[in-house]
């Protein structure tokens, strides 16, 4: 077992474990904090998948932005019993275990017998196979910037602009939904 | 030996926890907690692939993680609009548990 392998080990046991407790907590915001958690060891998992802008953006925007978010829409919803059980579950939670079991069994089963084509990590990181007329970016940062905006090269231009408008129209539904009606 | 079984394994069992909170949870910021988990077990998949992908073109465009990208985007996007939602609903019921929500049953 290497390096690598290991800290994967450990990161994956603490993300589980901090998953289990945000579902599992009975005060939410015991189980918002735990999301934060969550949230850092995802970024952790990034950085050991060589995907260094996605372990970036993953702290600024979930850790950062979305736990606040979250924190914020707890402090202006009260709900009666905070200190005893703010995070109930519904009756029907055994329904809930099956559905989850059977997806996940599902999903394992996919893993097992579908046939995926790999190589070993190390070889698969190079980016020498970059054919086009480009020149060979010298980290993850550049080469996800080369995508996202180059004009020449093969690039996501369109689908970063629509995302953009997804935003804004995001931007603009929230502040609509949420405003006081007087 | 990192394999693409580990990223594989450890997206199912984060969608699955994300999936049992988005399911039995009657907070409804919990249930967006839920669903938050579940997107990051998809992300962790997408970039697993993008890590152990050598078929070539795609392995120059590091399609997985634009994908996570756009989902981290979109997902931003879907925590907003869906807290405002919460917040616009305690205000008119003063409740935020989802078996209340009945307004728009028949």
Avoid at chain 1, 60 to 84: D, E, H, P
Avoid at chain 1, 97 to 115: E, K, M, R, Y
Avoid at chain 2, 94 to 101: G, I
């Amino acid at each position: 077992m290497d390096l690598a392998t290991l800290l994967f080990w450990i990161v994956a046991v603490i993300l589980v474990g901090s998953a289990l407790l945000v579902v599992g907590l009975n005060n939410i915001v015991h189980s918002a904090l735990a999301l934060v958690v969550v949230f850092a060891m995802a970024a952790g998992i990034y950085l050991l998948a060589n995907a260094e802008f996605i372990a970036i953006v993953q702290i600024l925007i979930y850790a950062g932005a979305v736990t606040i978010l979250i924190l914020f829409a707890l402090m202006l919803t009260r709900t009666v019993n905070i200190q005893t059980n703010s995070n109930p579950i519904n009756k029907y939670w055994w329904l809930g275990v099956i559905i989850s079991a059977l997806v996940g069994a599902t999903i394992l089963f996919a893993v097992t017998v579908s046939p995926h084509f790999v190589t070993p990590a190390s070889s698969a990181l190079g980016y020498s196979a970059h054919n086009s007329t480009c020149p060979l970016p010298p980290n993850n940062v550049v080469y996800i910037g080369n995508l996202l905006y180059s004009p020449t090269c093969y690039s996501y231009v369109l689908p970063f602009e629509i995302a953009s408008v997804v935003l804004l129209v995001a931007i603009i539904g929230a502040i609509v939904i949420g405003r006081e009606e007087e | 030996m990192l394999t693409l079984n580990h990223f594989l394994v450890l997206g199912a069992v984060l969608f699955c926890i994300g999936l049992y909170g988005a399911i039995v949870k009657r907070n409804a910021i919990a249930v967006l907690m839920g669903i938050e988990i579940m997107l990051n077990a998809v992300n962790i998949t997408l970039v697993g692939f993008s890590l152990f992908n050598t078929a070539k073109p795609y392995s120059t465009y590091l399609t997985g993680q634009i994908f996570a990208i756009f989902i981290i985007t979109v997902a931003a996007a879907e925590a907003a609009v869906a807290l405002a939602m919460v917040i616009s609903i305690y205000r008119k019921r003063s409740t935020v548990d989802v078996t209340d929500f009945d307004m728009m049953k028949w």
